[in-house]
């Protein structure tokens, strides 16, 4: 593994604030069914990944791969459109550029957001989870190797990774928009797929306190954490998680459920950048 230095973000970030006449306050990473929200954003500026050097590069070949600066809500933001898994190939320290590109543009909060498969058998379809913790017990950290204590410490508290203070405002905005009957609280357990879990998984998950199933956000929020910014997760949940129904999962499934809630998971996205 290649230790790298704190050049090596900078060299991202350097060729990035040549580019953008504001620096970006909240960054967001929008899973694949809230990309859309980004076509809102005003006074862009669109960066493609693959200009940007030391960045990773997406490796769907129809995904956007681009950074999109600008205002949304009367803020500064910063949006990936398109955004990077462990199980695409890379490994869980490069997962840790994107955010660590954000944190020195100068964005101290990160809103991240996914589809996930409902494990608590009290949610439904369509429904969302302000995340208030997760659990991931597998594979490495993204801050593994050398530590970049420009960045912060080597051992850090993650006792308040989603923190409460912007759990505190998306649930603000949930009761201001009326959506509280389809919001919950509950703990993100990560999956590195690209399969989706068996049964027996999501009953062993369930037993170790998750409700909700899915294959990405951690490594962002463990990344985030690592350089003191706040981090706010939400999860759409577009499937029963498997075995909860006697019927196969299906990535059409997922999607669908994601186009159905789109509108109403931007309309709470949109509060809370306002609010934030
Ligand atoms: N498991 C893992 N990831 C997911 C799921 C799931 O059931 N649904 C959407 N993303």
Request: aromatic letters at 8%.
């Amino acid at each position: 593994m290649e230790n790298r230095t704190i050049e090596f973000y900078r060299k991202s970030a350097d060729y990035i604030l040549e580019r953008i006449p504001e620096k970006p306050e909240i960054a967001m990473i929008l899973g694949s069914c809230l990309g859309s929200l980004s076509e809102e954003i005003t006074n862009q500026i669109v960066i493609d990944y693959k200009d940007i050097p030391n960045f990773l590069v997406s490796t769907v070949k129809s995904h956007a791969g681009k950074l999109i600066f600008g205002k949304l809500g009367g803020k500064n933001v910063v949006c990936m459109s398109g955004r990077f898994h462990y199980y695409e190939g890379y490994e869980f320290e490069e997962l840790s550029i994107p955010i660590r590109v954000f944190k020195l543009l100068g964005a101290n909060k990160v809103i991240l957001t996914n589809a996930a498969g409902a494990i608590n058998k009290s949610f439904k379809v369509g429904d969302l989870m302000i995340i208030n913790d997760h659990i991931k017990l597998t594979g490495a950290s993204p801050v593994r190797g050398k530590n970049i204590e420009e960045l912060g410490d080597r051992f850090f508290d993650v006792s308040d990774m989603y923190t409460k203070e912007l759990r505190d405002i998306a649930w603000k905005c949930v009761n201001k928009l009326e959506q509280q009957y389809r919001t919950h609280d509950g703990v993100y357990f990560y999956s590195v797929g690209p399969q989706f879990e068996t049964p027996a998984e999501i009953r062993a998950m369930r037993i170790l306190g998750g409700d909700a199933v899915g294959m990405s956000t951690v490594t962002e929020a463990i990344t985030a954490a690592h350089c003191n910014m706040k981090v706010l997760g939400i999860s759409l949940m577009t499937n029963m998680a498997a075995g909860v129904l006697p019927q196969k999962l299906s990535a059409e499934e997922v999607d669908v459920a994601a186009e159905n809630a789109a509108e109403r998971f931007k309309e709470l996205i949109r509060e809370i950048v306002k609010e934030i």
